[in-house]
């Protein structure tokens, strides 16, 4: 990540944030660096109109995805991100994903809808329960930050990881049910 992508959209260092709001100001740097603005602009100018507004669109797909967030919040607190970097996920939690795993292809195969649909509610279920876990995290964490030394902000983030992991199994259970969807449509 090149840039601050909270500092770039004048967002708070929250997980839970307003994205309409932020979008909105999103929009309206994005009108602002428009190439068109910078027609008649010289070429340097230019150029950096067209980075900064790259720059604005990267922060602003960042900001509206909860994984890539969460990620960025980790970084800016000190912490690697990486599905290498990050502690394995608990024996419970993988048992879990698996059998959501065999349901989901099992209710593929007989093409039964009303399963999948049922996988759907439970996978989105599970997913803002771990949404609600970072946003519970992070406050906790950035707030940390404000009273206490850097190595209890440290712990609180590193706290955060095992949500971060199960909100990206998930998002890929959810990916999976999105494909077997747009296959039925």
Do not use: C
């Not at 708070?12 to 994205?19: K, N, Q, S, T």
């Not at 994903?97 to 049922?118: F, G, P, Q």
């Not at 439970?122 to 950035?142: H, I, V």
Request: proline share 5%; net charge negative.
């Amino acid at each position: 990540m090149l840039a601050d992508p909270f500092a770039t959209l004048g967002a708070p260092y929250r997980f839970d944030l307003d994205l309409p709001a932020i979008e909105k100001v999103h929009r309206e740097l994005s009108r602002a660096l428009h190439p068109d603005r910078f027609a008649q602009a010289g070429a340097s100018e230019r150029r950096a109109a067209l980075e900064k507004a790259a720059t604005v669109n990267e922060a602003w797909r960042v900001v509206r995805d909860p994984v890539r967030r969460a990620e960025a919040l980790l970084a800016i607190g000190g912490i690697a991100v990486g599905e290498n970097r990050e502690p394995q996920a608990s024996p419970a939690l993988l048992m879990d994903v698996l059998e959501h795993r065999e349901a989901l292809a099992d209710a593929r195969a007989k093409n039964d809808m009303v399963k999948i649909r049922a996988l759907r509610s439970a996978f989105e279920a599970r997913e803002r329960s771990a949404e609600e876990k970072l946003t519970q995290g992070f406050a906790l964490a950035f707030a940390a930050t404000q009273s206490s030394p850097w190595r209890e902000r440290r712990e609180a983030l590193e706290a955060i990881l095992p949500a971060l992991g199960e909100l990206r199994f998930f998002k890929r259970l959810l990916g999976d049910v999105s494909a077997i969807e747009e296959e039925q449509a």
